[in-house]
Nanobody, 123 residues
Framework: VQLQASGGGLVQAGGSLRLSCTDS????????VGWFRQAPGKEREFVAA????????IYDDSVKGRFTISRDNAKNTVYLQLNSLEPEDTAVYYC?????????????????WGQGTQVTVSS
């Protein structure tokens, strides 16, 4: 599995972006998938995760109500909709496929990682 994240960019506070995570070579439709982010000088942190069936989903409290994770297994793609963006959301966002089918925030569960996509929110 080789994941690829895309959709990042520069946006003003209050704006929106939609990130995508896909793998052109193999399916991850049987895997739970998570999004993580890492800001400069900080550790990588959990953002959201989704089970193989599209639910349940889990979110970090800092993004709950603003971000939405979803997936389209027919397209082998997982999405992260980012709304009401804040400067504190600025980070490199990574997607990862878990060893299991469930949604989990446990980073040790994630086996396959994509390269990140930069999200920058200006104030």
């Amino acid at each position: 599995v080789q994941l690829q994240a895309s959709g990042g960019g520069l946006v003003q506070a209050g704006g929106s972006l939609r990130l995508s995570c896909t793998d052109s070579r193999r399916t991850f439709s049987n895997n739970g998938v998570g999004w993580f982010r890492q800001a400069p000088g900080k550790e990588r942190e959990f953002v959201a995760a989704i089970s193989w069936r599209g639910g349940p989903t889990i979110y970090d409290d800092s993004v709950k109500g603003r971000f939405t994770i979803s997936r389209d297994n027919a397209k082998n793609t997982v999405y992260l909709q980012l709304n009401s963006l804040e400067p504190e959301d600025t980070a490199v966002y990574y997607c990862a496929a878990a060893r299991t089918a469930i949604a989990t925030r446990d980073v040790s569960t994630y086996r396959y990682w994509g390269q990140g996509t930069q999200v920058t929110v200006s104030s």
